[in-house]
């Protein structure tokens, strides 16, 4: 009798846990940089450390890869949806079946267009306009304190995925404050989708089509990495002939900082995971989270440190101060 009693409590326990076991889905845009894997990897690490299941698709780049994601979420009524989109518009019809279903929907790295008419129990990623203003503020002083500011510098843009919010944001930010820099003259820019190989072909072109390049300005790490071998290719010395300032801020770009062929990165942090399960484990004890696009902290890292990249007077670090703590 005994024996039937615990084996009756175990029972039930096991069925109250797994009962209160969420299902968290994610639709993850694919693995174009390194920013993406680390982006990928922590927020898996983070759903399955707290013993919910995770449901994940990975979309390789493509907005009907995603939208079929968000559809098998649906029907398989999971109990979140984290998304981001591979680019900003195209969300709205398949976005509205997902908040028909009250599949509550989390927000994360990029955003959709009209955000206004959606709804989302939470929202966290990089500020991205700030990252384009952060990443041309730190080479005009840094060509300051080169002594070079009266020298008319071409400058070449790698831009990220064309139509996604973390392109044009911080398309619009270096842009915005370029405008105070006249001696700093766009001469070409072009998107490298986000990918090293992408960044390395077409720097060849502008390194073809171009005698003169003094600044590269990579939307991203991985453009900006795969510049530097097209840089390399053509006789010149990246991060000395050619200045080159990415966003990210992986271990690799400081490799590449510290091997002196770098000379800049704005961070953008991919560890999504622990605000996730954080927002998560808020709504399931009935917060309201808000609307708010959240931002989290983010800095400058350099060869030497000391250099303003904000327009609040925020210092850059030094890259190999900060190398030791990198984890992606
Ligand atoms: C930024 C993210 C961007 C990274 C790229 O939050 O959307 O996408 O900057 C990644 O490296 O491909």
């Given at each position: 009798m005994k024996k039937i009693l615990i084996l009756a409590v175990a029972m039930v326990m096991l069925l109250s846990v797994s009962a209160s076991a969420l299902t968290v889905a994610f639709t993850q845009i694919g693995q174009e940089s390194d920013w993406r894997t680390a982006n990928t990897d922590n927020i898996k690490a983070a759903i399955e450390a707290e013993g919910w299941d995770y449901v994940y698709d990975d979309a390789q780049q493509k907005q009907e890869n995603q939208v079929k994601a968000l559809r098998n979420f649906i029907s398989q009524n999971v109990d979140y949806i984290l998304f981001t989109g591979?680019?900003?518009?195209?969300?709205d019809e398949v976005l509205k079946e997902v908040n028909e279903s009250e599949i509550p929907l989390i927000l994360v790295d990029r955003m959709p267009d009209n955000m206004a008419d959606i709804q989302y129990a939470a929202a966290f990623g990089g500020d991205f306009v700030e990252e384009g203003r952060r990443m041309a503020l730190w080479t005009a002083n840094y060509v300051k304190k080169l002594g070079r500011e009266n020298e008319e510098l071409n400058v070449v843009i790698l831009e990220g995925?064309?139509?996604?919010d973390a392109a044009s944001g911080r398309q619009e930010g270096i842009t915005e404050i370029l405008a105070d820099y006249p001696?700093?003259?766009?001469?070409a820019s072009q998107t490298g989708n986000f990918t090293r190989a992408e960044g390395q072909t077409v720097m060849e072109s502008f390194l073809k089509a171009h005698d003169k390049i003094d600044v590269l300005l990579a939307h991203n790490d991985d453009m900006a990495l795969g510049a530097i071998e097209s840089i390399k290719a053509a006789g010149l010395v990246p991060g000395k002939d050619i200045i080159i300032v990415g966003c990210d801020a992986p271990k690799t770009a400081f490799d590449a900082i510290l091997a002196g062929e770098m000379n800049a990165t704005i961070e953008c942090t991919p560890l999504y995971g622990p605000f996730v399960v954080d927002a998560i484990k808020r709504l399931e004890a009935g917060e309201d989270l808000g609307r708010n696009l959240m931002h989290p902290e983010e800095s400058c890292f350099d060869a030497?440190?000391?250099i303003v990249y904000s327009l609040d007077g925020r210092l850059s670090e030094k890259a190999a101060d900060k190398i030791g703590e990198r984890v992606y």
């Open positions: 591979v680019v900003s518009t195209g969300w995925t064309t139509g996604a001696n700093l003259k766009v001469i030497e440190g000391g």
